[in-house]
């Protein structure tokens, strides 16, 4: 089978598209050298033998009003192939190339790391709208969104969400991305070692909010195959980002990505609440004092009487040490919650912190990178399936 189908007479771009497909990504390519385009599914497939592909590649040289036309025959006929503009197209006209039908546009100029980025975000959109109905039931066809949440801060709410979205990406590639909504002082940034050049600020403007193409091109590449949406670079910039706006993002990301893993500000800000009542999953994260301890409790009893608290809930037990003077009992006891999962406090995590290279991206052999693992593996639909009445479990250190 040919999983990807290249639709352009430009040999040179053939040819970087046969590099990055042959350099770690499953299937072939097959080209079809012509500026002009089929006049629809019939004729592609008598051209590819019947085969279906994933991934239709409208490549250089195919005149843009054809590649328009051929993409609204194909969006209403077949919508599940994703297809991918490979064009320098103005930006004014990215509106209409995504009304079209047209799921990602890629420049001509990019290089072959560049190109398999795409393709595996392109595989994993076809792999999503044909994921089994049984599959889908647990989230209506969209993906997961998983809070972490803690109403206090400095108890590692950072790490552990950097970490859990670097695990999902090994699980789902390229289909991960993590949301800074800790939009003051957020540190999504620094714990993934990443420059942003667009934000948050960027993703709720009305051009994004209206085309998921847009709202795509301000997400920032991770190296370890993850997507993330990086807090304002300046501080006052999120007086002017609303509840309705971050609600608004996180519906759309979901309908885009298998996972949307949500960094928020400690304590119980309107932004906050507006996230979680979208959150699949929320993570509970506390450090082993009692000051942690009582905020969480008081958090969680505020939520179940907001009637907000989402059905799937992890508590994780940060930093914990037997010799803090406190067992999980005690904790358990203290906030009237079971703990999911405890993560022992790891000189390792401290390191990996400070480095700005997340410790699941290292697979280092530690405790904690045990514990983080699985944190991780809960999200997991092979362990959903198997253990969803069994979610909370004791756990001791």
């Given at each position: 089978?040919?999983?990807?189908?290249?639709?352009?007479?430009?040999?040179?771009?053939?040819?970087?598209?046969?590099?990055?497909?042959?350099?770690?990504?499953?299937?072939?390519?097959?080209?079809?050298?012509?500026?002009?385009?089929?006049?629809?599914?019939?004729?592609?497939?008598?051209?590819?033998?019947?085969?279906?592909?994933?991934?239709?590649?409208?490549?250089?040289?195919?005149?843009?009003?054809?590649?328009?036309?051929?993409?609204?025959?194909?969006?209403?006929?077949?919508?599940?192939?994703?297809?991918?503009?490979?064009?320098?197209?103005?930006?004014?006209?990215?509106?209409?190339?995504?009304?079209?039908?047209?799921?990602?546009?890629?420049?001509?100029?990019?290089?072959?790391?560049?190109?398999?980025?795409?393709?595996?975000?392109?595989?994993?959109?076809?792999?999503?709208?044909?994921?089994?109905?049984?599959?889908?039931?647990?989230?209506?066809?969209?993906?997961?969104?998983?809070?972490?949440?803690?109403?206090?801060?400095?108890?590692?709410?950072?790490?552990?969400?950097?970490?859990?979205?670097?695990?999902?990406?090994?699980?789902?590639?390229?289909?991960?991305?993590?949301?800074?909504?800790?939009?003051?002082?957020?540190?999504?940034?620094?714990?993934?070692?990443?420059?942003?050049?667009?934000t948050v600020t960027d993703a709720v403007t009305p051009a994004a909010a209206q085309d998921s193409l847009v709202l795509k091109a301000f997400l920032t590449v991770h190296p370890a195959g993850i997507y993330a949406l990086c807090a304002p670079l300046n501080p006052v910039d999120a007086d002017h980002i609303?509840?309705?706006?971050?609600?608004?993002?996180?519906?759309?990301?979901?309908?885009?990505?298998?996972?949307?893993?949500?960094?928020?500000?400690?304590?119980?800000?309107?932004?906050?609440?507006?996230?979680?009542?979208?959150?699949?999953?929320?993570?509970?994260?506390?450090?082993?004092?009692?000051?942690?301890?009582?905020?969480?409790?008081?958090?969680?009893?505020?939520?179940?009487?907001?009637?907000?608290?989402?059905?799937?809930?992890?508590?994780?037990?940060?930093?914990?040490?037997?010799?803090?003077?406190?067992?999980?009992?005690?904790?358990?006891?203290?906030?009237?919650?079971?703990?999911?999962?405890?993560?022992?406090?790891?000189?390792?995590?401290?390191?990996?912190?400070?480095?700005?290279?997340?410790?699941?991206?290292?697979?280092?052999?530690?405790?904690?990178?045990?514990?983080?693992?699985?944190?991780?593996?809960?999200?997991?639909?092979?362990?959903?399936?198997?253990?969803?009445?069994?979610?909370?479990?004791?756990?001791?250190?």
């Amino acid at each position: 089978m040919s999983r990807f189908v290249l639709l352009s007479p430009n040999g040179e771009f053939d040819q970087k598209l046969r590099a990055a497909v042959a350099n770690g990504l499953r299937g072939s390519v097959q080209t079809i050298a012509s500026d002009i385009l089929p006049a629809g599914p019939q004729e592609l497939f008598a051209l590819l033998n019947q085969e279906q592909p994933e991934v239709l590649i409208i490549g250089p040289d195919v005149p843009y009003e054809e590649a328009l036309r051929f993409a609204k025959v194909f969006d209403v006929q077949l919508p599940g192939l994703s297809l991918v503009l490979v064009s320098d197209v103005d930006p004014a006209h990215l509106l209409n190339a995504m009304r079209a039908g047209i799921r990602d546009i890629l420049s001509p100029q990019a290089d072959a790391a560049e190109i398999r980025v795409l393709l595996e975000r392109a595989c994993q959109s076809f792999a999503t709208r044909h994921r089994a109905p049984e599959a889908q039931g647990e989230t209506n066809g969209k993906g997961l969104v998983i809070g972490v949440f803690s109403p206090k801060g400095g108890v590692g709410k950072t790490t552990l969400a950097t970490n859990i979205a670097i695990g999902l990406g090994r699980i789902a590639p390229m289909s991960v991305v993590i949301v800074d909504l800790d939009l003051q002082f957020g540190d999504v940034a620094s714990g993934l070692y990443l420059n942003p050049e667009h934000t948050v600020t960027d993703a709720v403007t009305p051009a994004a909010a209206q085309d998921s193409l847009v709202l795509k091109a301000f997400l920032t590449v991770h190296p370890a195959g993850i997507y993330a949406l990086c807090a304002p670079l300046n501080p006052v910039d999120a007086d002017h980002i609303t509840p309705e706006q971050v609600s608004r993002l996180v519906e759309q990301l979901s309908h885009e990505f298998q996972y949307v893993v949500l960094d928020t500000a400690p304590g119980m800000p309107e932004i906050g609440l507006a996230a979680m009542e979208h959150c699949t999953d929320v993570v509970w994260v506390s450090a082993m004092d009692i000051p942690s301890l009582r905020g969480l409790r008081s958090g969680l009893e505020v939520l179940r009487q907001l009637d907000i608290m989402p059905e799937s809930r992890h508590v994780v037990l940060n930093m914990a040490d037997a010799k803090a003077g406190l067992n999980v009992r005690d904790v358990e006891s203290t906030i009237g919650a079971p703990v999911d999962v405890s993560v022992p406090r790891s000189r390792a995590v401290a390191l990996s912190t400070n480095r700005g290279i997340p410790v699941l991206q290292e697979s280092k052999r530690d405790p904690a990178v045990k514990s983080l693992r699985q944190l991780v593996e809960r999200f997991n639909p092979a362990w959903r399936a198997q253990a969803q009445r069994k979610l909370h479990r004791r756990v001791v250190i």
